[in-house]
């Protein structure tokens, strides 16, 4: 950072030049020398005598500045508040490393400054020894002046401005594959940016000035592996973006950061945390007068670069100091609009990124058992089964799930297909087991949601699954080829079973949002879904407009969803029985299709729960026959 310049703040006694020496080196970052500490000791003895320097006693002591000078610049730069008032001192200062030395005159009138020392309770104003100083004074030719009839902080911003010290707008930690992307876009939106990466031996070294060093120089952007000059170097208040793992690295950034922080900095981790430690997190930093946002980050690599789908939730204050850097580097929607607005308070982001992925987490399993259908019971080529795919995008179920699942399949490796080598075991990061938690907490129905984590959890038993196979001996029927309208089926189920697993989402933000407080606004978040993000759709676009009618709605109680769903309910509950028939698994489909007929049934099967329980239990039932406030409980043997 500042090239390690040594900045020389200079003028006549009483310019202030310890005052605003000290300042500068404060926001610099670096130390501050007084010259008069280096004198040699003749000279000390001379001015304790009562002696004045004449230039003979200066030029040693010039000197020894100038040797002490390219040892700052060594280390790391440094402040030194000297009067050097002739040409021929400054000329001897700056005889060994001109190119490091940055001149700041302190410019004022003898009336200004006589009038500041008269008024100095601690000092004894010699009127002599000033009408000197003046009369030595060289006004220099070279570096920056500044007037001094300004406030400290004014005339350190005048400073910086002159020297064009660089302060950057915005911070970013960690520069793993999101980190990097989200600071190439942050910098392709013009902002300067400071970014750090921490040093690990033979592992991440040198990753934040590599960064630097492959950015183009139009851009302004500084790299740190250090914290202390990183924070130093941004602007205040601070808008620091967090992308590091989430969990404890989370903590332990903060705990790094925490003491070199100021009050009103705003911290912003964009990873997938977990909105309950967001919510501890948002409390701890509070109390330290530091802001926390919790904004969950959608897109991958890609949108983060180009644009992702950001759910910030924090402190209002918070967004309004650094929501407008997220609103710029957001996805813009179909009017222009960021995919980014404030979401609610502490954790509300976090929350609504967790459902999310959750509602991800259903998409891409319905799209597998889609395919799977298609593949081992309809007899499909990957090649044919992407061509499916893609007449289906012009269909108005379009989604960018769709769009990377017809890609998926052209995939080949030599004359094979890629799809077809790849292990049939998925992975996961937690989020969705977190939707279903949080699902369990509010008592809320999540059944697309969660059967697609236990279907990646069953999927991991492969090889119980491989010895279950040949004991079973239990192979798929392939389609018998006679329904020709199986293709048209399949589509019409895909999209009811899609339209509920997004209602399934929003239902749950509903109750999450009156349990909280949150009072999110429903018609924003799927609006901000529309680009940018894992789940952006058409179905996406039609939910985001339908909230604006009604936000408290259930997204199935739509007339236009009614609809839809009256047209194509059927073809739903016709794939699950086709497919589990012919010995197909369809764990989300079929948890669609269920959740759908038990929501829109007066009657459910669970008047024989509440007999079996108040049975084996007496945990009592209410009934259909009397005040729902009553409950009873029969003795059911006798
Ligand atoms: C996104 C994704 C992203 C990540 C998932 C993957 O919105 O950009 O959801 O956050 O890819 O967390 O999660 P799993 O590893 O659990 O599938």
């Not at 902080?153 to 930690?173: A, D, N, R, V």
């Not at 090889?463 to 020709?484: F, L, P, V």
């Amino acid at each position: 950072m500042n090239s390690n310049n040594i900045y020389i703040v200079f003028g006549v006694s009483g310019s202030g030049k310890t005052t605003i020496g000290k300042a500068l080196a404060k926001e610099l970052g670096i130390p501050f020398f007084d010259a008069d500490d280096f004198h040699p000791e003749s000279n000390i003895k001379k001015m304790s005598e009562g002696s004045p320097l004449n230039d003979d006693d200066r030029e040693p002591w010039l000197k020894i500045l100038s040797n002490q000078i390219i040892g700052w610049h060594k280390i790391e730069g440094a402040v030194l508040a000297c009067s050097a008032l002739k040409q021929k001192y400054r000329e001897l200062l700056e005889s060994i490393a001109p190119e490091f030395i940055k001149w700041i005159f302190l410019d004022g009138s003898y009336g200004l400054i006589s009038s500041r020392l008269e008024a100095r309770k601690d000092h004894f104003f010699k009127k002599e020894l000033l009408i000197s100083q003046f009369k030595t004074l060289e006004k220099p030719k070279k570096g920056i002046s500044v007037t001094i009839d300004e406030s400290i902080p004014e005339i350190i911003k005048k400073i910086q401005s002159s020297l064009s010290i660089q302060k950057s707008q915005l911070g970013l930690i960690g520069l793993g594959v999101m980190g990097k992307s989200l600071a190439k876009n942050i910098l392709s939106k013009n902002f300067s940016l400071s970014v750090y990466n921490r040093q690990v031996k033979n592992k991440e070294v040198d990753v934040a000035k590599c960064f630097v060093s492959d950015q183009s120089s139009d851009h302004k952007v500084l790299g740190f592996d250090e914290l202390e000059p990183f924070i130093i170097s941004l602007e205040q208040p601070r808008s620091i973006i967090i992308m590091v793992n989430a969990g404890k690295p989370i903590d332990m950034v903060i705990e790094a950061l925490l003491p070199l922080l100021s009050k009103g900095d705003c911290l912003i981790d964009g990873g997938n945390s977990h909105y309950k430690k967001t919510l501890e997190r948002a409390q701890k930093l509070s109390k330290h007068g530091v802001y926390f946002i919790g904004a969950g980050i959608s897109g991958g690599e890609e949108g983060a670069l180009k644009g992702p789908s950001i759910m910030p939730g924090g402190a209002k204050e918070a967004y309004e100091q650094s929501g407008s850097f997220l609103e710029a580097i957001a996805a813009r929607d179909k009017n222009n609009m960021p995919c980014c607005s404030y979401m609610g308070p502490q954790g509300a982001g976090h929350y609504i990124k967790m459902i999310h992925n959750g509602i991800e987490y259903a998409e891409m399993q319905l799209l597998a058992e889609t395919y799977h259908l298609l593949r081992f019971y309809d007899d499909k080529t990957p090649k044919q089964i992407s061509d499916i795919f893609e007449s289906w995008r012009t269909k108005g179920i379009d989604s960018y799930l769709l769009e990377i699942t017809a890609d998926i399949l052209l995939k080949k490796e030599g004359e094979e297909f890629l799809i077809d080598k790849i292990l049939d075991k998925a992975g996961q990061k937690g989020t969705g087991g977190w939707s279903t938690i949080a699902a369990l907490e509010l008592g809320m129905p999540l059944s697309t949601i969660s059967e697609s984590v236990m279907a990646r959890n069953l999927s991991g038993m492969k090889s119980k699954r491989i010895k279950a196979s040949e004991i079973y001996q239990i192979k798929t029927c392939k389609s018998d080829g006679d329904d020709e309208h199986f293709l048209d089926t399949l589509e019409q189920g895909f999209t009811a079973a899609s339209i509920i697993n997004h209602a399934i989402g929003f239902e749950l933000l509903v109750e999450a949002s009156q349990e909280y407080e949150w009072n999110l606004n429903l018609s924003e978040i799927a609006r901000i879904w529309t680009n940018g993000c894992i789940i952006r759709s058409e179905l996406m676009e039609k939910i985001s407009t339908l909230f604006l009618k009604d936000n408290q709605n259930s997204l199935l109680l739509f007339p236009e969803i009614v609809r839809l769903m009256k047209v194509n309910i059927e073809a739903l509950t016709d794939i699950v029985s086709k497919g589990l028939k012919a010995g197909c698994s369809l764990p989300v489909l079929s948890a669609s299709a269920n959740y759908f007929l038990t929501y829109i049934a007066a009657q459910s099967s669970a008047n024989m729960i509440q007999a079996q329980r108040d049975y084996f239990g007496a945990h009592t039932y209410q009934r259909v026959d009397k005040p729902l406030t009553e409950y009873f409980h029969t003795n059911w043997k006798s």
